[in-house]
């Protein structure tokens, strides 16, 4: 079985452009995602999907600097470069993640794996209801479904965020969301990155640790020791999932 991390990542955010290559202290944004994803115990491979953009050139340059797997696609269409991503390093399950969340958690993101697999379902999520921090989101498919989703999507907001077609049909397919349990449960916290006041959040979360390895329990300790933390991007609102 071969369980494939696909991260889409384009430079043309329109809220903060350029946002995945900032740097936080000694590294970019992006290498805190896939260097964070890399302790996963469940996943085979990470594979960076970035646009044909001339603009994203640099991405992959990145890509191949740091030995990462990577392919490239439509721009508009992040449901087709899911699915040829997929379908060209035979992918049997996806784990969708966003090239915006450096706090991602492995910890939990195998956690969603496991219950996927245990439950034999078709698309898990710890996203559909928000109950985790914003920024830990993690979805999970089998690559049939995907392919039906880029066979049958129709829409422009279906192929711009992947997942709608699967959530959309769910007589059609075998839906799970988990729900973040006891200090888990802060879907106040806003870890995402789609602004400057995200990306200062962000920043002084890191860098209060040493290691790249801290836990979403460290983080939640730390925001309850500074509440006043979770002021600084209190007022952002949260966009769709496209990159």
Do not use: W
């Amino acid at each position: 079985m071969n369980i494939l991390a696909i991260i889409q990542a384009r430079m043309g955010s329109t809220r903060f452009p350029g946002k995945i290559l900032k740097k936080i202290n000694d590294k970019l944004v992006l290498d805190y995602v896939i260097e964070r994803l890399r302790l996963s115990k469940m996943l085979n491979d990470i594979i960076l999907a970035t646009t044909i953009s001339e603009r994203d050139n640099v991405i992959e340059q990145y890509a191949i600097k740091k030995n990462v797997t990577y392919f490239r696609g439509n721009e508009e269409d992040v449901l087709s470069r899911y699915y040829y991503a997929a379908k060209k390093y035979g992918g049997d399950i996806i784990v969708r993640i966003t090239s915006d969340c450096p706090l991602i958690d492995p910890v939990i993101v195998d956690q969603v794996i496991k219950k996927h697999i245990e439950l034999k379902v078709d698309y898990t999520s710890n996203s559909t209801e928000s109950t985790y921090p914003k920024g830990l989101d993690v979805e999970v498919f089998n690559y049939p479904v995907l392919e039906e989703a880029f066979k049958n999507a129709t829409q422009k907001y279906e192929k711009e965020h992947v997942t709608p077609y699967i959530l959309e049909h769910p007589q059609r397919f075998k839906l799970l969301n988990i729900e973040a349990e006891g200090k888990f449960r802060r879907p106040d916290i806003r870890i995402t990155l789609d602004t400057k006041e995200d990306f200062e959040l962000i920043s002084k979360i890191i860098s209060n640790f040493k290691a790249i390895d801290f836990s979403t329990e460290a983080i939640i300790d730390y925001i309850n020791e500074y509440p006043k933390l979770l002021e600084i991007n209190k007022n952002v609102k949260q966009k769709g999932r496209m990159d």
